[in-house]
């Protein structure tokens, strides 16, 4: 066990870098050299190019010059001299930073770690009650329906799946926000911050559970109709257990691995939050952030935000691979 | 005597065998409401090429005086600005009809738009048939790019395995370790505007080559699974037997039998691609000096403050009706391609 997750561990290695080369190359190499556009279109050169300093767009992408690093080395003592290597090539301070956690400053002079550190609450309060409804909702209905298989009411919602399924996510957010909001008046159309959060965020939070009612309810209910055409179900039935205690007791507990392992690996997406939904009520968290920054062209902002999520998402990922490993002992240690 | 044995022997009929393929359009034809849908999938495709055929040649024979068809003349204004569809009347006092002066005539003209139109005038039924251009165009694209990508790559991964699969499994991770929207979001931001090998990546470029780009993941990871677990049957055997090279038994006898995996990958992917559009085209990154149905949808936010809903609605419906018709006949595909998958 040990040995598997620090194989594991191990394995995060090359994912991490892979990840910081994508947002290199599409950051820095294809996004260019933005210090003009910083700087404003009536900057001088030598602010554009202490601008360049500070971001060190001035530095070859990868190759790093080695004499000066070895001569600070030798004068400064190992400390100035790692540092000096590391500033050497716009890829080292690239993955210094990240991996240092500092990413420096917005485009606004802001800095990026205050920014998401802001943004993480807001959007938390919308997904996390989100989520925890929509889980509720979508596996009880799932049970209903598994259970009432091949009846009317399982094919009509299936039907319903699909046209939900079929529905643009914009649309439900726009159209909602018309009719709820503006036109029947019942929540606030935007955000206001000096209002509580938990009363705007309700209807994003309605919205967002109608529009994952279709894709979630069609993955649950495939779940509970391969658990309950096994035989270990009609055996329950046969010894004359009651419907309530083989679908509660039986069919759901052996339904929850493919169920935990759908919540565990959506758990990092939860701090992303909903880019749209935040966009269109105007809840400061960080889908809003993205979304500003996409429309600023602010690339350090999006550069750190990729790559803490993709930092999440190898975490939980791997706690999702020790924990099979824990609780289902047919996983084989590899 | 003479009806006991007959004197002339005939060759016993051949048995015609029915393949994959035949088998799996028969089962098709008897699913009424997939065809339904198939028909409707076509008829989109359909309406796109016709428009892309007409502007064509609209650009070829302009000078000469060719119009176009006028129901893809999404460019003038047929009316004033957001003039409501004419069928509002059904239910409200107000008539649906307008007077109106164009610009280009100082008489004044009585007109309806059963669709309405927007802000400039354009009528919102011309730009939802040219959004279906924009749309299949950029969901044709994406889908061959990611195809092209993650089907050779997941080829030879499968079949090769050691270091290349290695190298291959590797990138795919990592690719799916950043979150799919984001991803996306970032190819579309920074391929905007830039010219690779001597193309500008303008508009619908832009987005389908970024959709291309980041989509391949799923195929190839599905492909790889595949081969692997195909690669040690026998007729492998038999062709590599034969002296057939690696590349002709991953590309002419291994790929042949995993096509119905691509095929139906491909048309479940194809509704993802059309909402995928609508979303980035929403945030600026799209199509924006043609009509899109995400560009609709973004108009309508404003749109909607002064209740004009049609705009919004004529794209809503436009999405969803080809969204409903792919997702159903996707499954019926898979039903009737995949026997493993098939459920009594």
């Known amino acids: 066990m040990t040995a598997y997750i620090i194989r594991r561990l191990l394995y995060m290695i090359p994912i991490v870098v892979g990840v910081l080369l994508i947002t290199f190359v599409l950051f820095t190499v294809i996004g260019g050299d933005i210090s003009q556009q910083i700087a404003g279109k009536n900057a001088d050169a030598e602010t554009v190019a202490e601008i360049r300093a500070e971001y060190g767009f001035d530095k070859p992408y990868f190759k790093v010059e080695m004499a000066p690093v070895r001569e600070s080395f030798k004068e400064d003592g190992f400390k100035a001299g790692m540092k000096s290597f590391f500033e050497g090539s716009q890829f080292l301070r690239h993955f210094k930073n990240a991996v240092t956690f500092n990413f420096g400053r917005a485009m606004d002079r802001q800095k990026i770690s205050e920014k998401i550190l802001q943004g993480v609450g807001p959007s938390l309060s919308l997904t996390v009650p989100m989520f925890i409804a929509s889980l509720i909702i979508t596996i009880s209905l799932a049970l209903a329906v598994a259970f009432l298989r091949g009846t009317a009411w399982d094919f009509g919602t299936v039907v319903l799946c699909v046209i939900l399924m079929s529905v643009p996510y914009l649309s439900f957010i726009i159209f909602g926000q018309y009719i709820f909001a503006y036109k029947l008046d019942l929540f606030p159309i935007y955000y206001n911050p000096t209002e509580p959060m938990s009363f705007s965020v309700i209807l994003p939070i309605l919205i967002g559970i109608v529009a994952s009612l279709g894709p979630g309810l069609r993955f649950y209910r495939t779940v509970m109709l391969d ?3 096994s035989d270990y179900v009609r055996t329950a039935f046969a010894k004359g257990l009651t419907a309530r205690v083989v679908l509660f007791k039986h069919v759901l507990k052996n339904a929850m691995i493919p169920i935990v392992t759908n919540v565990v690996m959506s758990l990092p997406r939860l701090v992303l939050g909903s880019l749209l939904l935040e966009r269109f009520f105007g809840i400061p968290g960080l889908g809003y952030l993205m979304v500003e920054s996409i429309a ?3 690339f350090f902002v999006l550069n750190a935000m990729t790559f803490m999520m993709a930092l999440l998402i190898v975490i939980f990922t791997l706690l999702t691979d020790i924990c099979y490993a824990w609780v289902d002992p047919r996983v084989k240690f590899e | 005597m003479s009806n006991s044995t007959p004197t002339t022997k005939t060759a016993p009929k051949p048995i015609k065998g029915r393949s994959l393929w035949s088998d799996a359009i ?3 034809r008897k699913r009424r409401f997939a065809m339904v849908c198939f028909f409707i999938v076509m008829l989109y495709f ?7 055929v007409d502007e064509q040649l609209k650009e070829s024979f302009g000078e000469k005086g060719y119009q176009g068809i006028p129901a893809f003349r999404w460019k003038e204004s047929v009316g004033p600005s957001y003039a409501p569809p004419v069928w509002k009347s059904l239910w409200s006092e107000e008539p649906g009809q307008f007077t109106w002066t164009p610009e280009d005539s100082d008489t004044e003209e ?3 738009t059963s669709f309405g139109t927007d802000f400039l005038g354009q009528s919102t039924w011309r730009k939802t048939l040219y959004g279906a251009k924009t749309s299949i165009t950029v969901a044709v694209c994406a889908s061959f790019i990611s195809l092209l990508i993650g089907v050779p790559l997941g080829a030879i991964a499968g079949y090769y395995r050691g270091k290349t699969d290695d190298i291959i499994v590797w990138l795919y991770t990592t690719l799916a370790t950043i979150p799919y929207l984001i991803l996306l979001m970032a190819f579309a931001l920074v391929l905007k505007g830039k010219t690779v090998f001597g193309i500008p990546l303008r508009g619908a470029t832009a987005v389908y080559l970024a959709m291309g780009l980041t989509s391949w993941v799923g195929i190839c990871r599905l492909i790889r699974g595949e081969v692997i677990k195909r690669k040690e049957s026998e007729y492998v055997l038999a062709a590599r037997a034969m002296g057939c090279s690696d590349m002709r038994i991953i590309f002419f006898h291994l790929l042949p039998n995993v096509f119905h995996i691509i095929i139906i990958n491909f048309s479940l992917r194809f509704v993802g691609f059309i909402q ?3 979303i980035l085209s929403f945030l600026g990154l799209g199509e924006t000096d043609k009509p899109s149905w995400g560009g609709m949808i973004d108009a309508a936010r404003t749109e909607l403050a002064r209740d004009v809903w049609w705009e919004m609605t004529a794209a ?11 997702n159903i006949f996707g499954d019926a595909l898979r039903d009737c391609l ?3 998958l098939r459920v009594d």
Request: no cysteine.
């Open chain 1, 227 to 229: 658990e309950i055409r």
């Open chain 1, 296 to 298: 600023g062209r602010d």
């Open chain 2, 316 to 326: 809503t419906l436009a999405v969803f009706f080809i969204s409903l018709a792919l």
């Open chain 2, 46 to 52: 359909v309406l796109a090429g016709v428009i892309f």
């Open chain 2, 26 to 28: 028969r089962r098709l």
């Open chain 2, 276 to 278: 995928a559009e609508v």
């Open chain 2, 110 to 112: 009585t007109g309806w």
């Open chain 2, 338 to 340: 995949d026997p493993k």
